[in-house]
Structures are given as C-alpha cells and as structure tokens.
C-alpha cells in the first residue's frame, strides 16, 4: 500500500473511531469490566498503559483494576532521540504535557521494562495486525522488548475497529490479544488455529510462545 493511501486509510480510520466513540464514550469502564485477571497472573506484573488522546478508549479504568490486583503500572514517554520508554507510574503522579497532546510521566521517572502492554489504535484485525498513527513508536518499543524477553502486546478498541483484513509491513509488531467493549479477541489463538487464513493478513509471527 502506497504512503498515501494509508494516509487516506488513517483518516477513514480516524472518523470511523470518533463515530464509535461518540455512540459509546464509556467503553473503557466495560471493557475494564470484562477484561480476564488470567492476563495479569500469566503476563504481569507491570502493565504499561496510555493516557488517551482524543477518541481513544481510555484503559484508565482497566489500569485501575490490574492496579488493585497487584499489577505496578508505567506509562509511555517519547524520549528527545525520538524513541519510545516506558516509566513507572502510579494514580496520582504528576504528567507532563508534551507534543501531540500526549500526558507523559517526568523525564526523571524510573524506565521499567513491561511485561504487559496495552495499545491504542486505530483498527486491528484477526491475525493482530494494527493500525496506529504511523510514526512507528509502538513497533520499534515492542520489537526491542520481544528482542530482550517476554512481553504479551494488548490492543484496546472499540468492537467496530476490529476489521477482516489490515495492510502490514514486515517491521510491523503484531497484536496478541485485544480487549473491546465486547470483550476478549484472543487473538494469538485465532493465529495458531487457522485464523490466518480467516483474516488474510500478513504477521511477523510474534505470539505469546515468543514472548
């Protein structure tokens, strides 16, 4: 797909999300409520979240529920040399404001590696192809944290962002899991049975197994 097409994608992408968020602006609260504690025990404990921006489904909610079990939590920072780190925080803690409307932590917070992280997006599909805002911060974050251990890559959305088929490019990070207001996508199941063919998309192969 040519740089401008997915231009054009990204924009569709966009109006589709701030239609569905506008339908259901309290999508975070039930998606936290459905979201399986199983994932927490198996790929915790430090969940690294997002501050959302615009019509993202705010993980707040969530952040504060793996919070309660135990979960220690860290938040996304894009450092100057344009790379993305991922810093302790806790409820409370004070944010910066920095470019593109992001709330961070200080530069002074501690680094942390995650072992759980929950991602905004644009769409996704069944294979854990994702569509994000194009600057490639999540891709290289995840394939430095794959490249060094174990980390389990959540998608958080709206049900109508899942789509059947999504370009990808061989640095792309596939999504493992993703949570919607509908529930669980096990995405990482729906690849090793079969849900390849289903979706038609193209992944890096990365998966739980791996990670």
């Known amino acids: 797909m040519s740089a401008d097409a997915k231009t054009t994608l990204r924009a569709d992408l966009k109006e589709l999300r701030d239609e569905l968020h506008a339908r259901d602006p309290d999508a975070g609260l039930t998606l936290a409520e459905k979201f399986p504690l199983k994932l927490l025990e198996r790929y915790g404990p430090v969940v690294a979240g997002y501050w959302p921006i615009g019509s993202e489904v705010d993980p707040r909610p969530l952040m504060a529920r793996l919070a309660e079990a135990g979960a220690q939590l860290a938040l996304p920072r894009l450092d100057d040399d344009g790379s993305m ?57 995840l394939a430095g944290l794959r490249e060094e251990g174990r980390v389990f890559a959540c998608g958080i959305g709206f049900y109508g962002q899942m789509l059947d088929d999504l370009p990808a490019e061989p640095h792309d990070q596939p999504l493992d899991w993703a949570m919607t207001e509908r529930g669980s996508v096990p995405i990482f199941m729906m690849r090793n049975f079969g849900g390849n063919d289903e979706g038609g998309g193209k992944t890096n192969g990365s998966g739980p197994s791996a990670a």
């Open 85 to 141: 780190s991922f810093r302790l925080w806790t409820d409370g803690e004070e944010l910066e404001r920095r470019p593109f409307g992001l709330s961070e932590p200080l530069h002074t917070a501690p680094r942390i590696q995650p072992t759980l992280v929950l991602m905004p997006l644009l769409a996704f599909d069944k294979v854990g192809n994702r569509i994000g805002y194009g600057k490639g911060h999540y891709d290289r974050a």
